[in-house]
């Protein structure tokens, strides 16, 4: 009877430990398989992740979409403030570029605006093992000295950690800029290596720029601004300075100029003007003439640029509506940053 009852038992305790083992490995292969889903999950996820930020970091970083693409599109909504057509609205990258199994293949672009800034949002989404992520990166468009609201930009009105971006910006200009394709209404004058510029409105109500060079009386080339704007680029790349002047044949004459001038020496007012646009002196100084009357509505760069600011008859305005008109045309103006990515 003991026998038969210890080998109950011992029957009952064999089960109940195979039970145990089973329902244990049950769920170790349960966990497993489920630990496995999670990272799975979370490595397509990632993946999706980086897909959809690749795209739009695509758009930024490649020539074919940036400048062929993004950059044109950018240059229309400063100039217009807005794009018209829909179609320009979206980028569709090349097939070429696409990862298998992802086929969605559009960037669609939208603007707007906050604190004073002008921002792109370039939206897309991506598909890794059909799990889908959206990328939504927002972006300002203009360099930030543009956008500061300050009419007269120099060393002496920024704080400390925007003197550096300011003279790095003007140090990039030195090298980098010269006259790009400019719009019908825009005029282009390239003064490489002249002693002295004169910008003189004469008795006929005609505007000249006249160049000169070692000394010599008269011009070496001469200019008449037959368009609405110019765009003056006065470089030196010598050890002297260039001199550009503005005056008139008639004293009591306004003399008016629109677009940009960019000068590597000194520019001397001697003459009522009005200027709108952007005016950059790099190297040297701006000097008005006591007793004149000047007014600049756009934004003024330049060294001793907030001097300008003590003239009694010199007024210099802030105008967003001048520097986006004109500034696309200068490198680096166009200045893409990165904010935020959001990835849904």
Known sequence: MCKTINKGFISIL????????????????????????????????????????????MVLNKDKYYKDMLLPRL????????????????????????????????????????DNRRLI????????????????????IINEIFEMGLPVVSTSILK????????????????EIQIPPLNSDMMGIEAMDYDRINIIKRIDNQTNV?????????????????????????????????IVSILSEVPSDLIVLKGIMYVEG???????????GILIVNGGKIFVEPNIKAKFNGIVLGENAEELLDYEDVEVNYSIHEIKNN???????????????KIN
């Not at 064999?14 to 990272?39: D, G």
């Not at 971006?165 to 200009?173: K, P, Q, R, S, V």
């Not at 060079?213 to 010598?238: C, D, H, W």
């Not at 520019?267 to 709108?276: A, G, P, R, S």
């Open 14 to 57: 064999a089960l109940l430990v195979m039970a145990t083992i089973l329902v244990s490995s049950l769920f170790l292969s349960y966990s497993s398989n489920l630990e496995y889903m999670i990272l799975n999950s979370s490595k397509n996820n990632t993946q999706a992740f980086y897909l959809a930020e690749g795209k739009i970091l």
């Open 75 to 114: 240059e229309e909504y400063l100039k217009k403030g807005r794009i018209a057509d829909p179609d320009k609205k979206i980028i569709i990258l090349d097939d070429e570029d696409m990862i298998e199994g992802d086929n969605y293949n559009r960037i669609n672009l939208s603007f707007s605006k906050e």
């Open 121 to 140: 949002e370039l939206q897309t989404q991506a598909i890794y093992n059909n799990i889908k992520r959206k990328a939504i990166a927002k972006l300002t």
């Open 160 to 175: 400390n950690e925007k003197t550096e971006i300011y003279m790095g910006y003007m140090d990039y200009l030195q090298q």
């Open 210 to 242: 006249e160049l000169y060079r070692n000394s010599i009386e008269m011009p070496i080339k001469g200019y008449t601004l037959n368009r609405e704007k110019v765009f003056l680029l006065a470089q030196n790349t010598g050890n002297g300075i260039t």
């Open 266 to 276: 000194d520019l001397k007012v001697y003459n009522d003007m009005e200027f709108n």
């Open 327 to 341: 500034g696309i045309y200068l490198p680096g103006f166009i200045d893409p940053k990165v904010e935020v990515i």
